[in-house]
Structure formats: structure tokens, C-alpha cells
């Protein structure tokens, strides 16, 4: 088997391993044994399962980048609430998708190792920083409200990953539903007026989830 593609089956089988076992009750000769391949063969591509569980986190980092397009303004170009979705889509379909990297992120236990504890973290802080590039962009567009957009940001994180996980537990497939309450829930919480009276103007996206709110 080609380096490239053994190397991707040995991270594919950990993934598994890892979301059923938990990172701290894994260990190598569990992740060797599922992907079927020798000791030695394991260390050519990884010195110890901390390596390789790195290896996902940066898997997710990239792949979620490069889901998150830059917002464009234009008469040519899309409304900017419609390329906002488009990227809810393209990340929660990726997240959603990769349930047992999904499983990995939310259930991890910390307090046994201070240095995987640190590079989770530092995995969070960097998709908040993503999220912060976002909202400082939308208040250089005028989209955005101004507010601290580092506070701001966690607090989406924070919400994206409950939501997530909820809908991770109940394996439900219907991602639209939760791309347009996030984005109801960001554009109130975030968006100048003069959007929000776009946003009306194009069809009130509200009422598909007054059930869900409650009265006002």
C-alpha cells in the first residue's frame, strides 16, 4: 500500500478508537490492532498516539479553514446572509460528517495529561480565532455590529459546540435546520439593523422557528 494512503488508514482507524475508547484509555497496540499493521509499521508514520491524535486535530483545523470563505460584497456577488449560510452548511456538513472526530472534541477528558489539555485548547482558541477574522471582517463591511469580537466569538463557539452535540447524540441528518437557527441566532445577536431589515425584507427567517423560540 502506497505511504500516503497507509498512513490515512492508520488515522482513520484511530479516529474510531479513540471516539469509542476515549483518548486516555487508547493506546497503540489498540490502534495497530484495528488497522492491521505491525509495530514498526505504526512509528514510521507516528512517534506515539499524542502525534497522531495531533495529526486529527490539525486534519480539523484545515478542513474547517478551508470551509470558511471570505465574505464578498458586490452587485455581482451573492447576499452576504446567503454566503453566510453557505459556510454554516459547508462546516456543520463536515462536522456532522465526522461524527467520531465530533465525538473526540466534545467528550474529551482533561486533568490527565496538561499537555493534550493544552493543545485542545489551543484547538478551540484557534477555531475562535477564525470566528473573531469573521465578525472583525463583518464590522470592516459594515454588517456587524461593533462589540469585543473575541468575547463574541467564544460565545458562538460555545453555542455551535452544544448545538453540535446535541445533534451529534441524536444523529439527526437534518443540518438546515440548524444552519438557519444559528444563523437567526447570529444575525440578531451580532448584526447592525440595517441588516436585519435585509434580512426581513427577504423573507423573515424567524417564523420557520417560533416553535422552537417561544413567544418573545
Do not use: W
Not at 459547508?90 to 474529551?108: F, G, K, M, P, Q
Amino acid at each position: 500500500m502506497e505511504r500516503n494512503a497507509r498512513r490515512a488508514q492508520v488515522l482513520r482507524h484511530a479516529k474510531r478508537i479513540f471516539a469509542r475508547k476515549g483518548y486516555h484509555r487508547t493506546n497503540v497496540a489498540d490502534i495497530i490492532a484495528r488497522a492491521r499493521i505491525a509495530r514498526g509499521t505504526f512509528y514510521l508514520y507516528f512517534q506515539n498516539k499524542k502525534d497522531l491524535f495531533e495529526e486529527l486535530l490539525e486534519q480539523v483545523v484545515t478542513e474547517l479553514t478551508r470551509r470558511i470563505e471570505r465574505l464578498r460584497v458586490g452587485p455581482a456577488e451573492p447576499d452576504p446572509v446567503q454566503q453566510l449560510r453557505a459556510n454554516l452548511n459547508r462546516v456543520l456538513s463536515y462536522v456532522l460528517a465526522e461524527r467520531e472526530l465530533t465525538d473526540i472534541l466534545l467528550n474529551h477528558s482533561t486533568g490527565f495529561d496538561r499537555e493534550l489539555d493544552e493543545k485542545i485548547q489551543d484547538f478551540y482558541d484557534r477555531i475562535a480565532a477564525l470566528i473573531k477574522r469573521s465578525l472583525d471582517l463583518g464590522i470592516e463591511m459594515n454588517l456587524v455590529r461593533s462589540s469585543d469580537t473575541q468575547v463574541v466569538a467564544y460565545c458562538i463557539l460555545g453555542g455551535i459546540k452544544e448545538a453540535i452535540a446535541v445533534l451529534s447524540r441524536s444523529r439527526q441528518k437534518d443540518i438546515s435546520a440548524l444552519v438557519e437557527q444559528i444563523l437567526d441566532f447570529g444575525l440578531r445577536g451580532v448584526a447592525r439593523p440595517e441588516l436585519l431589515e435585509a434580512v426581513r425584507a427577504m423573507g423573515d427567517t424567524s417564523s420557520k422557528f417560533a416553535s422552537f423560540l417561544g413567544p418573545n
